[in-house]
């Protein structure tokens, strides 16, 4: 029953390679997990123009039929993921905001300017950093930057109100 060194040596080198094996098997399956939920994300968000400005109508329309009358003219920026300050690409932002406009005419001001709409904000989020972005307090400077920001190039209007619909922090 005497072992001798070497198969010690094999044992406890047996089980270090199983827990290696082991480690590196969640860290994959966690890398493809994410990978799948952001892709879920993206797919999700439709971010291209065209669902921008179709989105952008249908909450128009909806609230023309009999909704808050002050409520009427609304531009939805869908699911924007971006990564805050100090993150290092490995923590991120997904949010959904509605602009609220004072025309018609500036809805489709937004929608001309859809790019410049999601730098401007996508600069604004991407400044600040985790404990920032998680304090609620802050949420309405937070809103209040962003209004100013967009305020400043748009020529047919203004935005009135800002609402997230969809803050998620991962």
């Not at 994300?41 to 989105?55: I, R, V």
């Not at 300050?85 to 859809?114: H, M, Q, W, Y």
């Not at 404990?131 to 307090?137: A, F, G, K, T, W």
Request: no cysteine; net charge negative; aromatic share 6%.
């Amino acid at each position: 029953m005497a072992e001798t060194v070497e198969e010690v040596t094999a044992t406890k080198s047996g089980g270090k390679s199983k827990k290696i094996i082991i480690v590196a098997a969640v860290v994959v399956l966690q890398l493809v997990a994410a990978y799948f939920l952001v892709g879920f994300f993206l797919k999700q968000g439709g971010s291209d123009a065209q669902s921008q400005t179709a989105n952008a109508q249908t909450v128009n329309e909806a609230k023309k039929g009999g909704g808050d009358p002050n409520f009427d003219h609304v531009y939805v920026v869908k699911d924007l993921i971006v990564n805050p300050a100090g993150t290092n690409g490995l923590r991120f932002l997904l949010t959904t905001i509605g602009l609220e406009v004072s025309s018609e005419e500036t809805v489709k001001e937004l929608e001309k300017r859809d790019v410049q709409i999601h730098d401007a904000i996508i600069g604004i989020l991407t400044s600040m950093t985790l404990p920032q972005l998680d304090d609620i307090s802050s949420r309405d400077s937070l809103k209040v930057e962003i209004k100013t920001q967009i305020n400043k190039d748009l020529t047919t209007g203004n935005v009135l109100n800002v609402y997230f619909s969809k803050f998620i922090i991962q």
